[in-house]
């Protein structure tokens, strides 16, 4: 035995605002979105790629001295009798021989590092030069 059932629809009316009647997304064409996205501070930027700049001139001066330094130096230790003089060299000790070597590979990548912080300071909103100066910064700051 079959029953018939009876459906019933209810339709519910509601009006139209505004956005959906120009097809337009609220916030996204609206003149205040626009408004908010201020461009980013050229000036901070430029700031802060000169002071890099700067600070990697000091290091290069810094290292270098030091490999120089290192390098030249002829110790005497002051402990020497008529018979027995003690002298010292960098090559002495392997940790100097590590030291020399490692603030020549530091003083090096700081000088080809130059151009790539002088693109920063030109361009300050270039964000491929500043990754690679961080990341090859971060790889020599291990030494």
């Known amino acids: 035995m079959e029953t018939n ?5 209810t339709t ?4 139209e605002t505004k956005a959906e009647a ?5 916030l996204l064409n609206s003149s205040k979105a626009i408004a908010i996205l201020e461009p980013p501070n050229r000036g901070t930027k430029k700031g802060i790629a000169i002071g890099d700049f700067v600070l990697r001139l000091c290091t290069i001066g810094a290292t270098l001295g030091a490999t120089v330094t290192m390098g030249n130096a002829d110790a005497v ?8 003089r003690f002298e010292a060299q960098f090559n002495d000790i392997p940790t100097f021989v590590f030291f020399m070597v490692a603030n020549g590979i530091v ?3 700081l000088f080809l590092s130059l151009p790539f ?5 030109v361009r ?7 990754i690679l100066l961080v990341i ?7 030494h």
């Open 124 to 130: 300050p909103l270039a964000k491929a030069p500043r």
């Open 22 to 26: 120009k097809e337009k997304a609220p």
């Open 5 to 9: 059932k009876t459906m019933r629809e």
């Open 12 to 15: 519910i009316n509601l009006p």
């Open 107 to 109: 003083t090096g990548y």
């Open 77 to 84: 230790a002051p402990f020497t009798t008529r018979f027995l």
């Open 117 to 121: 912080s002088t693109i920063c300071i």
């Open 136 to 142: 090859f910064d971060t790889v020599n700051s291990t």
